[in-house]
C-alpha cells in the first residue's frame, strides 16, 4: 500500500536537464523527509540530496552541488528533483526514499523506511 513512484528518467545528452518526480501514497506524507540516492553500474548506493520536513534544509552531495536541485509539494504528495547540465558520470538508476528521521546523517540509506522502484537516468555525449 505504501508506495513512492518515481518517473521523469529517460536518455539525454550531456548538458541537457531533466525533472524526476516522486509521487508518495500510503503514509503521511509531511511526516517524512526525502532524499535522493543513484546508483550506477558497478557502483555503490549513493546518496545525492535530501529535503527535510521540520527544518526544509536541503542537502546535496558535493558531486551533484550546484547542479541539481530538489523540492516537495505537500499539497500534491510529490518531491520533484531538477537536474541540469547533466554529464555522463550522472548515469544510474535514480531512487526516491523516505525517512521519519535521520539523524544526524541523512546518507545513511539505513534510516529510510520507504523505497521507490527506481527510474533510469542515462547520460550521454
Known amino acids: 500500500e505504501v508506495q513512492l513512484v518515481e518517473s521523469g528518467g529517460g536518455l539525454v545528452q550531456a548538458g541537457g536537464s531533466l525533472r524526476l518526480s516522486c509521487a508518495a501514497s500510503?503514509?503521511?506524507?509531511?511526516?517524512?523527509?526525502f532524499g535522493w540516492f543513484r546508483q550506477a553500474p558497478g557502483k555503490a548506493r549513493e546518496g545525492v540530496s535530501y529535503?527535510?520536513?521540520?527544518?526544509?534544509?536541503?542537502y546535496y552531495a558535493e558531486s551533484v552541488k550546484g547542479r541539481f536541485t530538489i523540492s516537495r509539494d505537500n499539497r500534491r504528495n510529490t518531491v520533484y528533483r531538477q537536474m541540469n547540465s547533466l554529464q555522463p558520470e550522472d548515469t544510474a538508476v535514480y531512487y526516491c526514499?523516505?525517512?521519519?528521521?535521520?539523524?544526524?546523517?541523512?546518507?545513511?540509506?539505513?534510516?529510510?523506511?520507504?523505497w521507490g522502484q527506481g527510474t533510469q537516468v542515462t547520460v550521454s555525449s
Open positions: 526514499a523516505a525517512a521519519f528521521s535521520t539523524g544526524n546523517n541523512w546518507l545513511d540509506s539505513a534510516r529510510y523506511s520507504y
Open positions: 529535503h527535510s520536513t521540520s527544518d526544509e534544509a536541503v
Open positions: 500510503g503514509f503521511t506524507f509531511h511526516d517524512y523527509g
